[in-house]
T-cell receptor
Framework: AQKVTQAQTEISVVEKEDVTLDCVYE???????LFWYKQPPSGELVFLIR??????QNEISGRYSWNFQKSTSSFNFTITASQVVDSAVYFC?????????????FGGGTRVLVKP | KAGVTQTPRYLIKTRGQQVTLSCSPI?????VSWYQQTPGQGLQFLFE???????NKGNFPGRFSGRQFSNSRSEMNVSTLELGDSALYLC??????????????FGPGTRLTVL
């Protein structure tokens, strides 16, 4: 069965600092998809990034970047030059291609607090 | 393009009652999934519907059920409510099902409180 672990429960930083969120996953599938979602206080889960298991190229999108390493089953996410608006709970999620449908398995979330 | 909409946004019920939550997916999206979020269990998958058929179901009792209409709108029902059913219920839509090949976009959720 698939599992996602986010060991950091809460991170507090001062504005403009970089924040790296850790995510470790377990799956038996060889093809799978990894996601990061952001949940602000309003409650809605906002899609941030997605990665396929067969593409380990790391990328940067604006202030967001991610480091996908299959060898260590990790999918870490970095916010560069954090802003107060980045304060939210961030979830890492996994979906297996072999499973029927679109079931997402989420980690426990990491609460990020960015102080001015 | 409008996002996923959920109604109602807030709901208060008492134990033993039943409740129906509604979700309208993004226009053109045909797959709808439901998730339950609680402080203790986190985000858990309830079920997914595509073409009015349930494709996948999470580990929840039979009191939790759902359905999808021909216009892709979906409803979920919880019967005989228990205190532990108090949660944020999130609906997500995607173009197609398919093991994660499509990104799921979430609605604002319905916060259910059971007294």
């Amino acid at each position: 069965a698939q599992k996602v672990t986010q060991a950091q429960t809460e991170i507090s930083v001062v504005e403009k600092e970089d924040v790296t969120l850790d995510c470790v996953y377990e799956t038996r599938d060889t093809t799978y998809y990894l996601f990061w979602y952001k949940q602000p206080p309003s409650g809605e889960l906002v899609f941030l990034i997605r990665r396929n298991s067969f593409d380990e190229q790391n990328e940067i999108s604006g202030r967001y970047s991610w480091n996908f390493q299959k060898s260590t089953s990790s999918f870490n996410f970095t916010i560069t030059a954090s802003q107060v608006v980045d304060s939210a709970v961030y979830f890492c999620a996994l979906s297996e291609a072999g499973a029927a449908g679109n079931k997402l398995t989420f980690g426990g979330g990491t609460r990020v607090l960015v102080k001015p | 393009k409008a996002g996923v909409t959920q109604t109602p946004r807030y709901l208060i019920k008492t134990r033993g009652q039943q409740v129906t939550l509604s979700c309208s997916p993004i226009s053109g999206h045909r797959s709808v999934s439901w998730y339950q979020q609680t402080p203790g269990q986190g985000l858990q998958f309830l079920f997914e519907y595509f073409s009015e058929t349930q494709r996948n179901k999470g580990n929840f009792p039979g009191r939790f059920s759902g359905r999808q209409f021909s216009n892709s709108r979906s409803e979920m029902n919880v019967s005989t409510l228990e205190l532990g059913d108090s949660a944020l219920y999130l609906c997500a839509s995607s173009l197609m099902p398919g093991g994660g090949t499509d990104t799921q976009y979430f609605g604002p959720g319905t916060r259910l409180t059971v007294l």
